[in-house]
């Protein structure tokens, strides 16, 4: 079964508005968790990470203003993006790092598919 | 320069066959893990497998092996007997460093089609 989820799994809303996105390990504490953005038929493309009870380390390129990232615990991280505009159309993607398990590996949420009118 | 590159953006198998996608990486880390995920129309990326940079054997997981050439810094995907629910967009993956917190890189994919 999934051991990540994220919600909401669509979303659409009004260009200016702001839309927040949840990322939840569901059996287990992740300290670190990840935010991708992909394209229609394109990779995914890593955002920032997001590290529980501290800043998040963004990537080259991504406002930091624009796309709030928040872990406030170790089963949730948030991302918000505030004054959304079309552009900002995408599928979101986040990822928890698991402790344990064969391959110490890092768990993916079935993506936020964001479209902004 | 490209930290995972995959050259197949489209392949075709017919049902029961097996296909290979291929996968070639660049690092100078001597330690790094390699994965493939496979991405459905649904959105969700799903571990298929994994292969550390010092494992000694191909890693296995079920129907998907992985072809491991470390000296030609390629990490194929093998699905054998590929079954209709396997047509999907497939991504090869690399995170080096032995940090599990360290980011993954992605390749372009490839989309594979299975056919009847």
């Known amino acids: 079964g999934a051991v990540v989820s994220q919600h909401p799994s669509r979303v659409i809303c009004k260009s200016g508005t702001s839309v927040k996105i949840e990322c939840r390990s569901l059996?287990?504490?992740?300290?670190?968790m990840f935010w991708y953005r992909q394209f229609p038929k394109k990779s995914l493309m890593l955002m920032a990470t997001?590290?529980?009870?501290?800043?998040?380390?963004?990537e080259q390129g991504v406002e930091k203003d624009k796309f709030l990232i928040n872990h406030a615990s170790l089963t949730l991280s948030t991302l918000t993006v505030t004054s959304a505009h079309p552009e900002d159309s995408s599928f979101y993607i986040c990822s928890a790092r698991r402790l344990t398990g064969k391959a110490d590996t890092q768990y993916f949420g079935p993506g936020t598919r964001l479209t902004v009118l | 320069a490209q930290k995972i590159t995959q050259t197949q953006p489209g392949m075709f198998v017919q049902e029961k066959e097996a296909v290979t996608l291929d996968c070639t990486y660049d690092?100078?880390?001597?330690?790094?893990?390699l994965f493939w995920y496979k991405q459905p129309s649904s959105g969700e990326m799903i571990f298929l497998i994994y292969?550390?940079?010092?494992?000694?054997q191909n890693a296995t997981e079920g129907r998907y092996s992985l072809n491991f050439q470390k000296a030609r810094k390629s990490a194929n995907l093998v699905i054998s007997a590929s079954q209709l629910g396997d047509s999907a967009m497939y991504f090869c993956a690399m995170r080096e460093g032995r940090n599990t917190g360290n980011q993954f890189y992605f390749g372009t994919g490839t989309s594979l089609t299975v056919i009847p």
């Open positions: 292969q550390g940079s010092y494992d000694q």
């Open positions: 059996d287990f504490q992740a300290t670190t």
């Open positions: 997001s590290n529980e009870g501290s800043k998040a380390t963004y």
């Open positions: 690092t100078s880390d001597p330690s790094y893990g």
